[in-house]
């Protein structure tokens, strides 16, 4: 069992950058998928960046270019690095994991059977 902890949500105005962090309570042996999703309010929940334990990476089209994630492997934690945030980013983001391969497309929810609890990320106007 893999227990993930979100941490950085908070509130920003436009334009404004923050980083969100997750911990995971145990090493996830390679090799595996973790990912950023978001649920805005009365909206599904979507994917927004993944990253392979190979480095290789899938970003939503809007937020490609000013949302990074990135992984330490020593501190077993994903990061997710935004700037540039608008109104529209506003959502509860989770943390979500999986061991193995994915051969689909890396941002799809049933693919992942570990989740955080979630960060609230609000940008205001």
């Known amino acids: 069992q893999v227990q993930l902890v979100e941490s950085g949500g908070c509130s920003v105005q436009a334009g404004g950058s923050l980083r969100l962090s997750c911990a995971a309570s145990?090493?996830?042996?390679?090799?595996?998928?973790m990912a950023w999703f978001r649920q805005a309010a009365g909206k599904e929940r979507e994917g927004v960046a993944a990253i392979a334990s190979d480095g290789r990476t899938s970003y939503l089209e809007s937020v490609r270019g000013r949302f990074t994630i990135s992984q330490d492997y020593a501190k077993n934690t994903l990061y997710q690095q935004m700037n540039n945030l608008n109104p529209e980013d506003t959502a509860m983001y989770y943390c979500?994991?999986?061991?193995?391969?994915?051969?689909?497309?890396?941002?799809?929810?049933?693919?992942?059977?570990?989740w955080g609890q979630g960060t609230q990320v609000t940008v205001s106007s």
């Open positions: 145990t090493v996830i042996t390679r090799p595996y998928w």
């Open positions: 979500a994991a999986v061991r193995g391969s994915l051969d689909y497309y890396p941002l799809r929810r049933d693919a992942y059977p570990y």
